[in-house]
């Protein structure tokens, strides 16, 4: 099953303009790290095609992969599959680099005693009619006044802001990136085959050698 990503990516060769290569003949090929995968607009966009996955603990991408497809070459399929570019701010931080980086941002008293916001509690009517749902950010000291059916009377509920620390704040934020979706393992060969042919160079440009390589000249000029 296994797919390494970086194993697809095609080549570019340029012009060695170092010290060791100044004859105009003189190549290097290097893997072309700006030919991007992604997965198909309709399986991207379809929901049947994933899962929901919550993640665990400290896990890392590969870590999810190996519990997933039992091959974490393929983490760069979870991250995908998530569009997920910037690995260190959209993955949920470990509990170390959480506490590493709440501490930092934070001094003690104000991580755990300073309120960073309000947000509403439920209030519902006697007969559980929803009159202002819980998790909404409100103003402090927020209150609201209804009809109340069941009662025949206004009721006013004055306690409906609750103070959300910057603690809790930070840990939500976190916490909300463990939500992610997994691709089906029943459809990766179909990935597989996109991938190979989104990485495959097309031919007529001048720069075409070969599917997987493209020759062009290196414009930085050496000191």
Do not use: C
């Not at 919550?54 to 992969?65: C, E, H, K, L, Y």
């Not at 755990?112 to 006697?126: A, F, L, P, Q």
């Not at 202002?132 to 109340?148: E, N, T």
């Amino acid at each position: 099953m296994s797919n390494p990503y970086f194993r697809n990516l095609p080549e570019f060769e340029y012009v060695n303009r170092t010290q060791r290569g100044r004859s105009e003949g003189d190549y290097s090929v290097v893997k072309n790290f700006f030919k991007r995968g992604k997965l198909r607009e309709d399986i991207f966009q379809d929901i049947t095609f994933f899962t929901k996955y919550i993640v665990q603990g400290d896990d890392r991408p590969d870590t999810v992969a190996s519990k997933v497809y039992n091959d974490p070459t393929l983490d760069w399929l979870v991250l995908m599959a998530n569009n997920i570019i910037n690995v260190q701010s959209e993955w949920p931080m470990s509990q170390g680099d959480f506490h590493a980086y709440v501490t930092n941002k934070y001094d003690e008293e104000t991580l755990y005693s300073g309120i960073h916001h309000y947000e509403s509690r439920e209030v519902k009517t006697t007969d559980n009619s929803i009159i202002i749902s819980a998790g909404q950010r409100v103003g402090v000291g927020q209150s609201v006044s209804y009809y109340d059916d069941a009662l025949g009377q206004h009721v006013r509920a004055t306690d409906v802001a609750l103070p959300i620390t910057n603690f809790a704040h930070e840990e939500k934020l976190n916490d909300d990136k463990r939500n992610i979706f997994v691709l089906k393992a029943s459809y990766l060969n179909i990935v597989f085959d996109d991938l190979e042919e989104i990485m495959e160079y097309k031919k007529g440009s001048t720069q075409y050698v070969s599917e997987t390589l493209v020759q062009g000249d290196n414009i930085r000029l050496f000191d």
